[in-house]
């Protein structure tokens, strides 16, 4: 499964994941899955109530206990997938509007007039509107760390004199805004 | 079309799922699934 994630053969729109060995073998899946850039919603199917707890404190995305039924299904489908349509962004590309998910941005340039959106399957978007116009969106997601970037903080692997991306970008803080990316820093760890 | 992966070692469980996640599609009038199976460690 992460070799098809890592290739790109499947963009998953969520991971059922069957719990049946211990919470260590679960973990280094879960990071797994992570480390590889989806970020992809994931539901444990447990047996227990004890995993499903698990379950949470891992941050799945929801748990399914088993017996599993075609309400519970809906419900936990519903849930999800009416969260992400609500949190879909508008973006202006070369006059045409495109709707994103704001989980598949890696990060935006701007760049001689012209604003360069990154997304996590590599995708490149450009469009004529300002960084502002996706920093005033309603996404707690994205740090302005210089004038000229807008960074999804999901990406973001370490931090040193700038942003180090998970693919291995790195953003540089811009003059003057370092004070105020320290503040983003504290809240990232 | 929505894509889910079914991580599961047990085929009898991905298959309950499956059936499952059909019944819900032909529910949802403008959903499509496609489910895609996994063994542990697959």
């Given at each position: 499964m992460l070799l098809d994630l890592e290739e790109g053969r499947y963009s998953f729109d969520l991971i059922f994941f069957g719990y049946l060995y211990g919470r260590y073998q679960w973990n280094g899946n879960r990071e797994k899955i992570r480390q590889s850039g989806f970020p992809v919603p994931i539901v444990f199917l447990t047996a227990s109530a004890d995993f499903a707890l698990e379950g949470y404190e891992v941050q799945a995305s929801g748990s399914l206990l088993k017996p599993l039924t075609q309400q519970k299904l809906k419900e936990v489908l519903r849930r999800l997938f009416s969260q992400k349509e609500e949190r879909r962004i508008c973006i202006v590309c070369d006059r045409r509007r495109q709707y994103l998910?704001?989980?598949?941005?890696v990060f935006a340039e701007s760049q001689n007039h012209r604003r360069f959106i990154y997304l996590a399957n590599g995708d490149v978007l450009s469009g004529a509107e300002k960084l502002n116009h996706l920093e005033k969106m309603p996404n707690p997601s994205f740090l302005r760390c210089h004038q000229s970037y807008l960074v999804n903080?999901?990406?973001?692997a370490d931090v040193t004199e700038g942003f180090i991306l998970r693919d291995g970008t790195v953003i540089l803080f811009g003059y003057g805004r370092i004070k105020r990316s320290q503040t983003h820093i504290t809240a990232i760890l | 079309m929505r894509y889910f992966a079914v991580c599961d070692d047990m085929a009898a469980e991905r298959e309950k799922l499956k059936k499952l996640l059909l019944q819900v599609q032909a529910c949802e009038r403008n959903e499509e699934f496609e489910m895609i199976p996994y063994a542990f460690g697959e």
């Open positions: 998910d704001p989980d598949e941005i903080r999901n990406y973001i | -």
